[in-house]
């Protein structure tokens, strides 16, 4: 981090945990510019540690995935565009969990795709953590398979209050950002949410030590994570309208992400917000922004599971010139300030 | 109404309106046994009053769907079942309104099903109610067509405060009920509702003078109503579980409403949740109470316009034996104290 | 039936069964004007006939829902009108069957909705029908609860061969008709199908002697049914454009059928092509189309079960002035000739 | 290609285009072992060769997407798996071309998410390829805006003949493969079909020189393309069993393509075939199955515009041991020999 970046630590107690996004006191108010660096506790409370902790017995519902914040921006009016460059992510426990919920996950009946079946059994696994390896290990219940897969940390949930007064569970993801569980949400990315309320109040949490794409049970690698986050504020009144949708930026890619049910509805949003962000980019007209789209775009699902799903579309910069910066060269900004 | 039952009436000013279910402070409290005599003003605030008065220019998003309430119950608590029998539902205006809204409605692209055509027009049409005769009037806009259609008055919205805090506009059908825009909602339905937090805090609002099944272009024949409404509680701790999802009773009809997206969801819903409610009501064995559901039920689309799409499964009392009493009896006994 | 009507009857052998629309050679021609008296088996081919016939050990997949048929009518070219006007539906067996059959049904993983659970159980029921009553009894497997239910005949299946050069199963309702399950097609029904191939090839079967609105379980009370048929053509070269999805007309509604996934695709379908119905009968304009459409259709679910699912909107005659007949007063004569 | 194997060329003329799967007499046998040295043209028949050539005046529906073959592979049977290694595909033409068509693609209204707003407008353009670098050239029909894109080429399009006797248009992805429309289908990669009807019936086409996640305009840049493809069989009586959904195996990773609508149905379809694989390659139980693959699947969108939707999930080879090898190591074996 530059030197000029000032710092401040925060870690919340247990009561200090955020279940919402909107409807919750902010811990603390920050300066556009600042550097927060984080504790957040995993999506269990921390409650599963071993394969006997079954989530029934262990789990409190529905005081899970517990975020951290909200923070209070100054100066974070809505319509202006709140700016979060995930500096870095690191596992703050050697051990990560998933497990299988009764009735939750994308291979199961569920409460909303309502059968009567009877669930899946609950289960636990333990992932334990190498730090050298850069891995966590996966090891069967059954049998004595066993593999070590990449560490890639990653942050479930990251969000903003809602607009029109609401205020959602942090299983949600929509508009807000909010638990779109996608793998893009890692360090190096710039994240760029429309703020709705004064202040913005965006908490974070729902730390992947890894995930594959969709999160098919349910659960990724779940574990408490430290996060080092650059928080900055791009106003609309300077001619920067906010994005309807979360929108992403890494050294890559941009990418939008679009929440919804069905599936399809969760990319159309994201597929039409990355055609106007092409006009933005490139002055290109609409049909040939789609068109270009239609040939570049990258969709790597990012969950099926949550109480909205959410997709991913990539515009991958190695295929594109160098367009006018977006939200004002936020991104390669705070890319420069985060390595020093 | 039985002379012994107490009468409070209730009408908001606009500062009143409630916007959301759940985060706003109660207006009254109200005991169980009372009839509440309710004005609520229509989902458009009444501000469509001529067909030149188009949604773009006279509404304020996202303030449309008043609210009139909310009201705790006293003594209602988490997992109790809230009763809100409708004893009369009556136009409040001598004229109802509906409207095409941008990027809205069944038959559209919309903010989630996201596509790259333009909206259709904005357009208001003016229903003027005949008393007399029973009828709101439909007039083209184009041409000189015009068929009076027969006044059906019903709430589109009822519902209580959502449970793990969350706050959810008064334009969303969920658990909590909402905005499910379904004609069951009519004088002689008794709603039975999970009361989610202490005092239910329940609402109504968004009178329909009459509205198709699934309410095609998202807003029906849109009025200012008066309701009365019985208010009533069944214990949890008397035995008496509280629905999963929001249940009605009329004289000829037991009915669940299943919210979801996409709309085989919302079906699902209400279909186990009836198959559930069949096995309370006449002992069935699970399989057996699916099987007669697949001979019997009525499924009427409600709304395929709304934040999630509704569907009502009803269970015709027609085709079927006296059971045990629904919720104590609740609907019988309040359905005679109604009558007088 | 009128005196003049020629009847031809016709029952096939089971090696005559039709499995398909399209790719079957007929099995007869017909002139327009023709009554065709015809039986079909249920869909389970007459193989359950106790509770003890599972359908895993009883049905041969995929020769299940066998179709009487295909005839060649006379004079048939794509863009003409098939009417097809059923003027008596009546039981051929003295019982029907039900059946819960593995990972098929709306309340139930399926090869679609493609989970990890096991399947629920098989199981049969078999239902009595009382002639005398007009009945037929559904008898609970666990305990002795029974209830008899109104005897209602129905087609679930009516179609004729697909348009490109298709070749569906039986099973698969779409534009060419199929496999729609709705109650709508029952006795005094005429039914429209747009004519793909010379002769239009249509066939039917699938008898219910009742259903729920869904087909909950995705079987009804299957059985053998008696049909008598009056068919006729509306010529494309007349003025009279054949409707891109099946239409039906009863003396009480003009009904569109819609048939897709997810279900609100279902319900989009049958709805715009309502539209273009209303426009076509009252000279309406689309949007004013549209908006009366929203105040009056009804929408009751058919099937929530089949490869694809089915949703009729229901125009009811009874809100509307009387019209320009549709498709040359087709519903009237035929009705006419029907009672003779 | 090794020196031992059979190679039989067959370019098709337009009398020979097949334009279904199922339906149509094979264009030649073929036995197991053979290399094939197809021509295909491109979906659009090779008739949009200019911007100005529009799909409403160029293209006679349903006559497009003209697939090559079907071939009779010697020996098939159903329940059979059909091995095609895609050795080399290599573009036919100089320039391939993409285009909107009114009512299709994934961001407008189309027939089944029927909408009554007007289409998008018709447009087509034409991509020009670099065979030097490798490219195909993006020009904007407004503006001057030009990129060169990497040639990615794939088939869009490959399947054998559906089971139960059904046709489908070559529109169609299924479990017969089909229209898949997944950039896994490229040169290197070994597609698995079952077999369902004697000879299996394949065919393939719909040449894609480079195409987005979701094909989300409907037509990548479609190109006539030379395929070499070695055919093989392996036997369900040697204790092979088929798929039931199209599998695909590269040297990076094991593929399985769910096709079905909603989105998310496709999905789960993908998923649960691949918790199958992973069982079937390291002997895992099911769960342990379905926790790995939801923490290593990657699911690149495929198509969210065709008739089904399609869903890759793959298994990267680079996170798991080595297993024993699938379908008795066909892949190694036939990449071997395309090696020569």
């Known amino acids: 981090m530059h030197p000029d970046v000032e710092i401040v630590e925060f870690t919340p107690t247990p009561e200090q945990y955020a279940w919402t996004f909107g409807g919750v006191a902010p811990v603390m108010t920050v300066r556009p510019g600042t550097a927060l660096r984080l504790w957040s506790d995993d999506a269990f409370c921390g409650r599963l540690r071993s394969v006997a902790d079954l989530p029934g017995a262990s789990l409190q519902m529905p005081f899970v995935n517990p975020q ?10 809505p319509g202006d565009t709140l700016v979060l460059h995930l500096a870095e992510l690191t596992p703050a426990r050697t051990w990560g969990a998933s497990a299988l919920i009764p009735f939750f996950g994308g291979l199961t009946g569920t409460d909303r795709t309502a059968t009567l079946q009877p669930p899946l059994p609950e289960r636990t696994w333990i992932y334990q953590l190498d730090s050298a390896a850069g ?7 059954a049998g004595d398979f066993r593999v070590a897969l990449p560490l890639e940390p990653m942050l479930g949930t990251i969000g903003v209050a809602p607009a029109a007064g609401e205020v959602r569970s942090s299983l949600v993801p929509d508009s807000f950002g909010g638990n779109m569980d996608t793998p893009e949400a890692k360090a190096g990315t710039t994240v760029y949410l429309r703020v709705n309320v004064p202040g913005a109040l965006f908490s974070l949490g729902d730390g992947h030590y890894r995930q594959g794409e969709g999160e098919s049970c349910g659960t990724a690698v779940e574990g408490a994570m430290n996060s080092l986050v650059l928080v900055d504020l791009v106003k609309g009144s300077a001619g920067f309208p906010a994005p309807a949708w979360p929108r992403m930026e890494s050294d890559t890619h941009w990418t939008v992400v679009g929440s919804s049910r069905p599936l399809e509805d969760a990319w159309r949003i994201g597929q039409v917000e990355a055609v106007g962000w092409l006009e933005e980019l490139y002055g290109l007209e609409t049909l040939d922004a789609y068109q270009l789209l239609s040939q570049i775009s990258e969709v790597p699902l990012a969950n099926a599971v949550d109480v909205n799903y959410s997709v991913p579309t990539k515009l991958p910069k190695r ?6 910066p977006a939200y004002d060269g936020a991104h390669d900004r705070l890319r420069a300030l985060a390595r020093g």
């Open 68 to 77: 951290t914040g909200p923070f209070f921006v100054e100066g974070a009016e």
């Open 319 to 324: 295929l594109l010139p160098t367009p006018k």
């Open 135 to 141: 891995t966590v290990a996966f090891e069967a219940s």
